[in-house]
């Protein structure tokens, strides 16, 4: 029988646990310890709101709220002034800390009802928020947050605005609470791990793990829910690829935008590697699998290139238009054509496919889907063959080739060795914009100098590489700094230090050690190449890459100066 519901606060209080706490074990125990006392509807929201999300990306329903309507809701609640935010603000760092003080120095603030809010009844009206919809959605999703935190205490309006925001400080992220959903109903971690990889949903794995082992080791995937993507490594080169993975399969890596596909009779929707549903803005791909993949279930993945007139690839940028809203518009299918190339199979008729080898499920691939649907690739171990490949990739217009081992199965969520990407630039990396100054001359207005930093999974911070002031168009720059001070957590002079969102391909002279950066290391001339707005923080290259590409570099550098060690 389930017990008295639990309360929001009890959940705040154990946030505030974790922020005081530095030892792992002792956090998985706490938040283990909490999560077998929650009743069966409040562990998948709590279980999410914990990590810092209300619902996953790939639902389609989004809150809608960002920091300016919470800034305004708690301002008109605590009758704010933007001199007494900007202060407290700078004083502690954090946006939900900043909320937690007002609500405390504003007695108007004070709950004014007996009434206590749940776990449950914060996650469905936190769901009314993210129904909101149609003309007037703007000023509904308003009243409902002013709501919301209207009956809430300074603590609850803290992880309020830490849940709306999906900002945590905590530290506790996806990794740590497969571990305590583990040890909290005496599952294997390693079921745990891959149910959450199958489902991308953390809520929903926590439901499926307390009904037992078993129930985790029958999951298989969930159509409509993403598959956490596989992900590649990078090789310095074509001859250290195939050094490492022998015979292989070589596919033109191309210049596009990751997705993976999921089909049910007359039924597909498109997700980003960020797990977000695109299928409005891909009706061509749509069509493609609809026309051209035979099966009646179906989870493929694939690339999706912007082409021009000529049907050749265009570069990244145009493709991002189908994404993004300019000026209010999302550019269509006549403005900017798109092709689909598939590459990969993990689900088809009823079979989950994940644990096989790459080899067999690209001929499964191969014999469901048409010739021009699949990307261009092929198998070798010969150095000679695979470099006229690579060259005619090139010439293509696409960025180079993934080097994959035919023996490997699909690993989701993992970043290993068995994919290698190789490209013709090969010095750029994936890089986090963890604060940005403003510039100098006509750049005055403008967030346009951008501290990069690499991400770092062991701890899951962010470890800044480098400073970067070039690369981005004057339009680019607008956007940029629109979209960075919508993020910002705290100003400290000309530097605005940001939450840990935007993405940015970065192209680089040479990696140099630095004392001046926590991570040890510093980017030499580097130049913003694109924003990749296909990427997750998370996706972005780690220090451990960094440090691997210093080593090569200082590798490389010895041999063509004649030494031997």
Not at 7 to 25: T, V
Not at 293 to 310: F, M, N, R, T
Request: net charge neutral.
């Amino acid at each position: 029988m389930d017990s008295a519901p639990m309360l929001f606060e009890e959940l705040c209080l154990l946030c505030e646990k974790l922020e005081g706490m530095s030892g792992k074990n002792a956090m998985v125990a706490l938040v283990s310890d909490f999560i077998k006392r929650l009743n069966g509807d409040e562990l998948e929201p709590a279980v999410r709101f914990i990590v810092g999300e209300v619902l996953p990306p790939w639902s389609g329903k989004e809150l809608g709220v960002g920091y300016k309507t919470v800034y305004k809701v708690v301002s008109d609640i605590v009758g704010a002034s933007g001199d007494e935010w900007l202060r407290l603000f700078n004083a502690c760092g954090d946006f939900g800390a900043t909320v937690q003080a007002l609500f405390e120095r504003r007695r108007r603030a004070q709950r004014l009802v007996t009434k206590r809010l749940t776990i449950r009844e914060v996650y469905e009206r936190l769901l009314r928020v993210c129904d909101a919809s149609g003309e007037g959605s703007r000023k509904r999703k308003e009243r409902l947050v002013a709501s919301l935190f209207s009956d809430a205490s300074p603590l609850e309006a803290k992880y309020l605005a830490k849940v709306i925001l999906g900002e945590r400080r905590h530290g506790f992220g996806e990794a740590l609470m497969e571990e305590a959903i583990a040890k909290a109903f005496g599952v294997p971690l390693r079921l745990v791990h891959r149910v959450s990889m199958l489902t991308s949903d953390i809520g929903l794995t926590a439901r499926i793990a307390r009904m037992g082992r078993r129930a985790l080791e029958e999951q298989g995937v969930v159509l409509f829910h993403p598959v956490r993507p596989m992900l590649a490594e990078r090789a310095s080169s074509l001859r250290e690829a195939l050094r490492e993975v022998g015979e292989a399969i070589i596919d033109w890596k191309l210049d596009g935008a990751r997705v993976q596909i999921h089909k049910r009779g007359r039924v597909v929707r498109v997700f980003s590697r960020r797990l977000s549903d695109v299928t409005q803005s891909l009706p061509e791909v749509v069509e493609a699998v609809l026309g051209g993949l035979s099966a009646e279930e179906a989870v493929v993945e694939g690339e999706v290139v912007a082409v021009g007139e000529d049907g050749g690839p265009m570069p990244f940028q145009y493709l991002m238009r189908r994404f993004r809203r300019v000026h209010g518009v999302r550019e269509s299918r006549e403005d900017v054509p798109v092709k689909l190339y598939l590459f990969d199979a993990l689900y088809l008729d009823g079979e989950l496919l994940i644990d096989r080898p790459l080899e067999e499920r690209r001929e499964l691939l191969v014999g469901r889907a048409d010739e021009e649907l699949i990307v261009e690739s092929i198998r070798t171990s010969d150095l000679r063959e695979a470099e006229r490949f690579f060259k005619r990739a090139i010439e293509e217009g696409h960025e180079g080739v993934v080097v994959k081992d035919p023996r490997a199965p699909y690993t989701p969520g993992v970043r290993g060795r068995r994919w290698l990407k190789v490209k013709a630039a090969p010095h750029t990396l994936d890089l986090v914009i963890v604060a940005a100054e403003y510039g100098h001359g006509y750049r005055y207005k403008y967030l346009s100098d951008y501290h990069l930093a690499a991400y770092d999974p062991e701890t899951g911070r962010f470890l800044v590489v480098g400073k970067c002031f070039t690369g981005l168009t004057d339009d680019e720059l607008e956007m940029m700094t629109r979209r960075l001070k919508e993020l910002a957590v705290k100003q400290v002079g000309r530097v605005v230090y940001v939450v840990p969102k935007v993405v940015v391909e970065v192209g680089f002279a040479e990696i140099q050690e630095s004392p001046h950066y926590p991570s040890g290391f510093a980017l030499r001339f580097p130049r913003i190449l694109r924003i990749r707005e296909d990427k997750s923080p998370q996706d972005a290259d780690t220090i451990e890459t960094v440090r691997r590409v210093f080593e090569e570099q200082r590798a490389r550098q010895r041999i063509s100066s004649g030494g031997s060690h």
